[in-house]
């Protein structure tokens, strides 16, 4: 018997997304039984990648034989869906389902900065976006698509930041690698926030021993006080 059928009937029956390690589980498991025959015996040491091989087979026949479902890899585990048009009739079988709001764009902006430099700190997600994240940062963790994934090896050790297997399903991506190539992000348009008025390029606020040489404006009404020298200023 093929591997590759005896890996779709495994998916076809499995009650959720199974992954490669998960599937060579139940190959090993399946050659322990007393009943097991010659086949099954010698699947019991089959290699990961003969398994992810035999799965992209059975993709490609899928597609070709364009049935209404077809054979998906999401987030690193296998499993069967259904053809994106038949989507109409399903609702009306099994009902919708209550989904999360959208997320908004500074929330997709974030998530996108995130997801390309991880692992990244709150303050470098700050540097980039110009802006305070906090109440973004709670609303994606919130939502379970982006969790600590460890520290940064700077003062304070502040944690950093990565995006989730939940990410990936929410997206529909098999991995962090079918995202979008960098230079399509490039081309997206998004106006930043203009910067503070400074007095040198760089420079946040004008830096204090400018401040010190700088003569103190006299509020409306008020008189200019003496000089320390002791010479009277202006005439009032």
């Keep these: 018997m093929e591997l590759k059928l005896i890996l779709e009937s495994l998916l076809f ?15 090993a498991a399946a050659a322990g039984h007393e009943d097991a025959d010659a086949t099954a015996k010698s699947l019991a040491r089959v290699k990961e990648s003969e398994l992810t091989a035999a799965l992209e087979q059975l993709v490609r026949e899928h597609e070709t ?20 048009e038949f989507g109409p009739w399903l609702r009306a079988l099994v009902g919708v389902k209550a989904r999360p709001p959208r997320l908004s764009l500074p929330a997709l902006e974030t998530l996108a900065i995130i997801s390309y430099r991880q692992p990244i700190t709150r303050a470098q997600i700050e540097q980039i976006r110009g802006v305070n994240v906090d109440a973004t940062m709670q609303t994606l963790m919130e939502r379970g698509l982006v969790g600590a994934v460890g520290r940064a090896e700077v003062v304070g050790r502040p944690p950093t930041y990565g995006t989730t297997a939940l990410f990936l399903e929410y997206f529909g991506l098999r991995g962090l690698e079918d995202l979008p190539a960098a230079d399509e992000l490039r081309r997206i348009i998004i106006e930043k926030p203009p910067g503070p008025v400074t007095a040198e390029p760089g420079l946040a606020t004008t830096p204090p021993e400018q401040l010190a040489l700088q003569p103190a404006t006299p509020e409306p009404g008020e008189a200019q006080k003496p000089e320390a020298d002791g010479s009277p200023g202006p005439a009032v």
Excluded at 65 to 84: E, K
């Design 65 to 84: 034989a364009a049935r209404s479902y077809r054979l998906a890899c999401v987030a690193g585990s296998w499993q069967f869906v259904t053809q994106p």
């Design 13 to 27: 029956s499995a009650q959720k997304p199974l992954s490669v390690k998960e599937l060579r589980d139940v190959l």
